[in-house]
């Protein structure tokens, strides 16, 4: 297993962590920005408090490996995440425990799982309306402020859901990269006919799960030798220095794993290419260039509370969502379980750019952002006025 050795502050402190797959290096990307951007401030220390030492880095993919757990039966014991942090492992178990993978039947409850994405038409113009069509009560657009109100203490931490503060830093760690990933927001939506549709226009129409149901065929895909390794099947092909490891030609994994994969590479080679760099770019110098340069138009709207900024995240990326679609051919469409699924072929661009360069270069200005945006909802979720006035001595 290769390691990725993530550094904190100073080049003090390294921590050497696993590469997980599925969609874990864009986590830990975006939450080891937010980590050095918060070294050595105020709400650092009380990040490093609430998580008992643990990194945003590494609890930004907490929520999906719970998702492990959901094959488990329900009174089986949870193996150990996190080993020298038995108080959080507890809090994480009665969190899956009440938000559990399948549903009561007639239960409202929600499922954890429903809380990682929002599936709003991926078509020109789309905005994320409450209540809309591919919104739920507990999209990751409502969960983002839910993780903020209980960090600020508008939210008990007994809620029914069980965020706790620690719990709702986890989450937030997680979710904030989340909603940043195109796929995670917007969903293409066919006819029965298989044809791609705006389902606000009336007609039957069938989601895809954000992609999870179609094979994505790339043009350099149909080039083997372009690939002599054979580890990769789409990404890091035009710097050719990390190797991709997402599921199959999965779109949604794609978009997980694959473009965070060029875009890393992409900034590798910016990196390499400067007059006075020399050698290959280090991981390190990868994110402290994402924690020191900062990113064109990433600030929320002016005096706009955090509770509001999710949804003007999921309205920014949604014509990026509507493109990662427009750029691809759909074919083989078929409909089972009120569900799209086929294959997703690239279609040869007027601006030229392949599949794989462009979401590289989408996903290198999402990674960038998503990390300022965790230190900055962090820190304005913990400073609020609630959140001083709740300190006092109560011992409830
Ligand atoms: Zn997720």
Redesign the pocket.
Same mark, same amino acid.
Request: hydrophobic content about 10%.
């Given at each position: 297993m290769r390691f990725r050795i993530i550094t904190l502050s100073c080049a003090t402190l390294f921590l050497a962590m696993p590469v997980y797959p599925y !969609?874990a290096l864009g @986590?830990e990307t975006v939450g080891a920005i937010a980590d050095m951007k918060l070294a050595g401030t105020a709400t650092g220390a009380q990040v490093t408090k609430l998580l008992d030492g643990i990194t945003l880095a590494r609890a930004s993919v907490l929520? %999906?490996e719970i998702k492990g757990w959901d094959r488990l039966k329900k009174d089986q014991p949870k193996p150990i995440i996190l080993k020298n942090h038995p108080q959080l492992q507890e809090q994480l178990v009665a969190f899956w425990n009440a938000n559990p993978p399948t549903k009561a039947k007639g239960s409202d409850a929600p499922t954890h799982k429903e809380f @990682? +994405?929002t599936d709003v038409p991926a078509v020109d113009g789309s905005k994320y309306v409450k209540g809309n069509l591919g919104t739920e009560p507990y999209d990751i657009v409502q969960m983002i402020p839910f993780c903020v109100r209980v960090l600020a203490g508008e939210e008990p931490e007994t809620n029914d859901r069980k965020i706790t503060k620690p719990v709702a830093l986890i989450l937030l760690a /997680? +979710?904030v !990269? %989340?909603i940043h990933q195109p796929l /995670?927001v917007g969903n293409a939506y066919f006819s029965s006919a298989g044809n791609l549709v705006n389902p606000s226009k009336g007609g039957k129409s069938f989601p895809d799960h954000g992609g999870n149901g179609f094979n994505i065929i790339l043009a350099d895909d149909k080039n083997p030798k372009s690939n002599p390794q054979g580890d990769s099947k789409s990404g890091g092909k035009s710097s050719g220095k990390k190797s991709s490891k997402s599921k199959g030609n999965n779109l949604h994994s794609f978009w997980d794993t694959d473009a965070v994969v060029e875009a890393l590479n992409q900034l590798e080679k910016m990196i390499e290419s400067q007059p006075k760099h020399k050698g290959k770019a280090t991981d390190e110098e990868v994110i402290a260039w994402l924690a020191n340069s900062e990113p064109v138009e990433w600030k929320a709207k002016a005096k706009s509370p955090p509770t509001d900024w999710a949804q003007q995240w999921a309205n920014e990326i949604l014509p990026m969502s509507t493109q990662a679609h427009e750029r691809l051919e759909f074919s083989n469409v078929t409909i089972k379980n009120e569900s799209a699924s086929g294959d997703a072929t690239e279609k040869k661009m007027p601006d030229g750019i392949s599949y794989t360069e462009w979401s590289g270069q989408r996903t290198q200005e999402e990674l960038h952002k998503a990390g300022w945006r965790l230190a900055e909802i962090i820190e304005a979720s913990l400073n609020t006025k609630n959140s001083e006035a709740q300190k006092p001595n109560s011992k409830k």
């Open positions: !969609g @986590h929520a %999906d @990682h +994405y /997680h +979710y !990269g %989340d /995670h």
